[in-house]
């Protein structure tokens, strides 16, 4: 069974900074990307950031300039850099996997296993 584990969610101020990172147990669940999403109460889980088995990167423009996605295929892990959080910020964040191209990478349908998520909160 494949296996997403996020780990580095907590409790910080505002303009502080957070380290998540997603490792999975099976190499070929995101074969072609993983990304990021994160929910809020109440509101529907968004896209935050992919990147891609060949590094490129994409990223929701609220987080632009902030935040910074990366991967480290031998470690079947992917990592993201959040800086300069704001209360808005604050969600469950979850790890995804795909295994392979969809057009809509900022869709929730395009991406294949999920992890369990974290809890980031920001406190103004």
């Known amino acids: 069974q494949v296996q997403l584990l996020e780990v580095g969610g907590g409790l910080v101020q505002a303009g502080a900074s957070l380290r998540l990172s997603c490792t999975t147990s099976?190499?070929?669940?995101?074969?072609?990307?993983m990304g990021w999403f994160r929910q809020a109460p109440g509101k529907e889980r968004e896209f935050v950031a992919r990147v891609k088995w060949s590094g490129g990167t994409d990223y929701t423009d609220s987080v632009k300039g902030r935040f910074t996605i990366s991967r480290d295929n031998a470690k079947n892990t992917m990592y993201l850099q959040m800086n300069s959080l704001k209360p808005e910020d604050t969600a469950v964040y979850y790890c995804a996997g795909a295994t392979r191209y969809r057009a809509t990478y900022y869709d929730t349908e395009a991406y294949d296993y999920w992890g369990q998520g974290t809890q980031v909160t920001v406190s103004s």
């Open positions: 099976d190499r070929t669940s995101t074969a072609y990307a």
